[in-house]
């Protein structure tokens, strides 16, 4: 799904070089990325530099029958505070 994503942002982006495009394909799956393969994921994908490795990256750590958690993990600046924003938010005063 990741990919197909990422294929159909690649056909409609304004980016046309491949090196701007991975590095902003990059940026939209730090949201997704936390918490996959114990950042494992997040890592390589941070190191990508090409569309084809990019896609590479996605097919090992994506392309399985795994279970991905279902909230993101709260692993550094990213999701820091997440829990307690959506519980605040969801609290009855907060409406």
């Given amino acids: 799904m990741v990919l197909e994503l990422s294929d159909e942002i690649a056909a409609a982006a304004p980016v046309r070089d491949e090196r701007r ?8 799956t730090n949201y997704i990325g936390s918490g996959i393969a114990e950042g494992a994921f997040s890592a390589s994908l941070r190191r990508a530099q090409s569309w084809t490795e990019f896609r590479e990256i996605c097919d090992r750590f994506l392309d399985t029958d795994g279970v991905f958690p279902d909230e993101p993990v709260e692993d550094g600046k990213l999701f820091c ?14 409406v």
Avoid at 21 to 28: A, G, S, V
Avoid at 81 to 94: I, K, T, V, Y
């Fill in 81 to 94: 505070g997440f829990r307690e924003l959506n519980a605040q938010q969801s609290s009855p005063s907060h």
């Fill in 21 to 28: 495009l991975t590095h902003r394909m990059k940026k939209f």
